[in-house]
C-alpha cells in the first residue's frame, strides 16, 4: 500500500492505483471523456489532468500510477484553463447540432460545454467532413461528432474481441473507421455505442424516438438466455425504445445483439400471450389456458409412451432456460418419462 495527498486530503491505494482511481476513492471529481473504469487507460483526451508536485507540467490522471508521498492537485486556474481549452478545440470542428442530436442530455462533451460555459468559440474555422456508412440495421455512426476518444476501438478489442474498427488517417483527418474504410461488419453487439461519450454512435432503430422527454427507465431481466443479463428498458407510452445496460451489474453493461436490439417482439402484436392447441388432426390451433395446454401434453405424452414406448419421445429444451431449469428439464425426461432423447438449443 501507499500513502498519497489529493487535493490536501491524505489515502492510503494499493500500489498500481492511477491518480484518477485514488481520486475517486475520496470522492473527488475529475472531469473525464476517454476512461471508462472497465478498459484499460488510454490518456488521449488530456481532461484530467492534475498538478503533482515537484511535476513542471500537469500529467493525465488516468495514466499516472500513484507514488508514495506524491502530492496531487486536481483544482486550480491553471487547470480549469488548460481543460476549458480543450474543450473549446474539441468543439472548433464539432457540428453546432445538440437540438437534433440523439446524444444529447447524456452527452459528456454536452455537459462539458455547459459546465465550462462555452457558448463562442475562439479556434472556429475548418470542420471536418466525415462521408457517413451505414449500411447495417443495427449501428448509425456520425464520425463528424467523434472525439477520438478511442472508446468504441478499445471495447470492441479489449471486451468483444472483434477488432472490427479502428484508426486511420493522422491529426485533423484522423479517424475511427472499419478496416480500408468497408462497411462495419461486425457481431453487432452494440458495446461501442454503449461507451461513445456523444453522439457519434448510435443504435439505428432509436432514430427518432423519443430521448429523455416522456422516457421510463425500467431496470429488469434479459429474458434471450440464462446469463440473465441486467438491462434497463427505455419505454414511452406502451413502447419500449431502447434497451441499454448499467455498467455495476454483473454483466458490467455489456450486452449481445439479441439483448440489445432485439427487443420489438415485446411490442409485436403477432406475439402469443397464451398456449395454443391443435385439438384435431388438421385442426386449427384454439387459446387455451395453461392447466390445458399441460394436461394436454401429459395425456399424449403417455399414449405415446404406452404405445410406442419411451425412446418414442424426444425433450429439446432451450437456451432462455438456467442451468437449474435445464437440469430439471433433462430429469424429466431421464428420470420420469425414461428416455436419453433430449438435447439443447444452443448444441452445435
Ligand atoms: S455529440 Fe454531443 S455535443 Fe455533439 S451535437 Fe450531439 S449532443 Fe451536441
Ligand atoms: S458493435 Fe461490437 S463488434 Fe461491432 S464495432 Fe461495435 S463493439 Fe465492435
Ligand atoms: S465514435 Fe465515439 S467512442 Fe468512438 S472514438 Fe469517436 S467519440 Fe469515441
Ligand atoms: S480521461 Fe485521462 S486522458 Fe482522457
Avoid at 500500500?1 to 485514488?22: F, H, Q, R, W, Y
Avoid at 488530456?46 to 500537469?58: D, N, Q, S, Y
Avoid at 443495427?138 to 477520438?148: A, E, G, H, L
Wanted: net charge neutral; with cysteine; proline share 4%.
Amino acid at each position: 500500500m501507499i500513502n498519497l495527498t489529493i487535493d490536501g486530503k491524505s489515502i492510503e491505494v494499493a500500489e498500481g492505483t492511477t491518480v484518477l482511481e485514488a481520486a475517486k476513492q475520496l470522492g473527488i471529481k475529475i472531469p473525464t471523456l476517454c476512461h471508462d473504469d472497465r478498459l484499460k487507460p488510454f490518456g488521449a483526451c488530456r481532461l484530467c489532468i492534475v498538478e503533482i508536485a515537484g511535476m513542471p507540467k500537469p500529467v493525465t490522471s488516468c495514466t499516472t500510477p500513484a507514488t508514495a508521498g506524491m502530492s496531487v492537485q486536481t483544482q486550480s486556474a491553471r487547470l480549469y484553463r488548460l481543460r476549458k481549452t480543450t474543450v473549446e478545440l474539441l468543439l472548433s470542428d464539432h457540428p453546432n447540432d445538440c437540438m437534433t442530436c440523439i446524444g444529447t442530455g447524456e452527452c459528456v462533451l454536452q455537459e462539458l460545454a455547459y459546465q465550462y460555459g462555452i457558448r463562442e468559440n475562439r479556434f472556429a474555422g475548418a470542420m471536418r467532413e466525415h462521408k457517413r456508412v451505414d449500411h447495417n440495421p443495427f449501428i448509425t455512426r456520425d464520425q463528424n461528432k467523434c472525439v477520438m476518444c478511442g472508446l468504441c476501438v478499445r471495447v470492441c478489442d479489449e471486451v468483444q474481441g472483434i477488432g472490427a474498427i479502428g484508426y486511420a488517417e493522422r491529426g485533423f483527418e484522423a479517424k475511427v473507421i472499419p478496416p480500408f474504410g468497408h462497411d462495419l461488419d461486425c457481431v453487432f453487439c452494440g458495446q461501442c455505442i454503449s461507451v461513445c461519450p456523444t453522439g457519434a454512435l448510435s443504435g439505428s432503430i432509436w432514430s427518432g424516438k423519443p430521448r429523455m422527454e416522456g422516457v421510463k427507465f425500467t431496470d429488469t431481466t434479459c429474458t434471450y438466455c440464462g446469463c440473465g443479463c441486467n438491462i434497463t428498458l427505455r419505454s414511452h407510452g406502451d413502447q419500449v425504445i431502447r434497451v441499454e445496460s448499467k455498467s455495476d451489474n454483473h454483466n458490467r453493461g455489456w450486452l449481445c445483439v439479441k439483448g440489445r436490439f432485439g427487443f420489438d417482439f415485446i411490442n409485436s402484436t403477432d406475439r402469443l400471450t397464451t398456449p395454443l392447441i391443435r385439438r384435431e388432426k388438421g385442426g386449427h390451433f384454439e387459446k387455451a389456458t395453461w392447466d390445458e395446454a399441460l394436461d394436454h401434453i401429459a395425456k399424449k405424452f403417455n399414449e405415446i409412451k404406452e404405445k410406442n414406448g419411451p425412446d418414442a419421445l424426444a425433450g429439446l429444451s432451450s437456451a432462455r432456460c438456467t442451468n437449474e431449469e435445464n437440469y430439471l428439464f433433462q430429469k424429466l425426461f431421464r428420470a420420469g418419462i425414461g428416455t436419453n432423447n433430449v438435447d439443447h438449443c444452443a448444441r452445435y
